[in-house]
């Protein structure tokens, strides 16, 4: 009786170790993780607010144009205008940086509302270079307009 009981056991430890491997197999046809989706798409012209963490706030203009996950466009803000490039992701994640800029860098990492009509995120302003010789980190909202 006692190894009829040891069978039994051994039995059911077996069926609870194959479980999980009966329980992910799938029809699907699908192997793996699944790739991640297209970038959204969000080019066009935004408009929006830096406020830097240390008060005050400027107007900022992005113009974008895409090509898969790369961005690239202008953005202009307190007087002045860069080139920008960055990448989108299927996520909304947007992250650009300033190219070339002889004063000063305009940086940031955003998140596209689901509706591409929204992004926010953080960004950071250096105008070191330039005349007025400051960095400025603060939030960044920005609506898109066309």
Do not use: Y
């Not at 990492?109 to 603060?138: H, I, K, N, P, Y």
């Amino acid at each position: 009786m006692e190894r009829l009981s040891l069978k039994a056991l051994s039995a059911l430890l077996l069926l609870i170790l194959l479980l999980p491997v009966v329980a992910c197999d799938s029809d699907d046809g699908n192997e793996g993780p699944t790739a991640p989706g297209p970038p959204l798409f969000i080019a066009g012209l935004w408009n929006g607010t830096f406020t830097p963490d240390g008060g005050g706030t400027a107007a900022v203009a992005l113009e974008l144009e895409q090509s898969g996950r790369l961005v690239t466009g202008l953005v202009a803000v307190g007087g002045l205008t860069w080139a920008i490039e960055g990448s989108v992701d299927s996520l909304g994640r947007f992250e650009w940086d300033t190219e070339g800029a002889t004063c000063g860098s305009f940086d940031a990492t955003m998140l596209v509302d689901r509706s591409r009509t929204t992004m926010a995120g953080s960004a950071q302003l250096d105008r070191f270079a330039c005349l007025e010789g400051r960095r400025q980190r603060g939030d960044l909202v920005l609506q898109k307009v066309r």
